[in-house]
């Protein structure tokens, strides 16, 4: 069982980030995973999509054939995105651009986790997941999630920086979440295999 991390945040040092290696520190420690891919967008690693992608330009190959890989040899993932200006950042966009119906995410189950610094933001870019990153690639978002407020007082590696109120309750429904995940992770299996999963014959989604 392998699960993804995808941090959306395009800062260094983001709050996304940090929540998103916690919760990889959680599955490690939980022994549900038998390794964890944590894949960052600080700094805008990956070139934004341009129409080469389509027709075979090797500069492609060369910037997403390992994150391909990796990806591909994912379980279910956990989608880390920030609230910014209400949406979610165009970086995690472009990354759904990248990987559409070619299978990499295909009826792979994902747990969302929404982080905002403020005490009312993180319910946009769960919509917004929701409603439009899955149609061709296929992702398959929990019913779950969990929204992270005031990202700032929780989670923090140093426990004096926390609201130990929040963290607590944070902390123990993220790990509801992550134990939600790896039973849906281990169904999707199933699912999969059953080759009625298949991109062959609708390649894209209605
Ligand atoms: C460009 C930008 C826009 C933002 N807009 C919002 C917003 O609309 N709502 C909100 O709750 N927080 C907003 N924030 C603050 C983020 O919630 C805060 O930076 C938080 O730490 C999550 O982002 P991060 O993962 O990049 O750190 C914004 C931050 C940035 C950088």
Known sequence: MKIGIICGSHRNDSQSEKVGRYAAKQLEASGLVDDLFVYSLAGN????????LWSGDPKWADALDT???????????IVVTPEWHGMVPSGLKNLFLLFPGSGELAH????????SGGAGGGAYPIAELRMSSYKNNRICYLPEHLIVRNAGKVFNEDSTEND???????????IYCVELLHEYAKAFQAIRA???????????GM
Do not use: M, Q
């Open 67 to 77: 994150l391909r890989e990796e990806l591909n040899s994912c379980d279910g993932f």
């Open 164 to 174: 130990p109120e929040t963290h607590d309750y944070l902390h123990a429904r993220l």
């Open 108 to 115: 792979k189950p994902a747990l969302i986790i929404s982080v």
């Open 194 to 204: 059953s080759g009625k999963a298949s991109l062959e014959t609708y390649k894209n």
């Open 45 to 52: 690693p990956l070139p934004f999509w341009d129409e080469g």
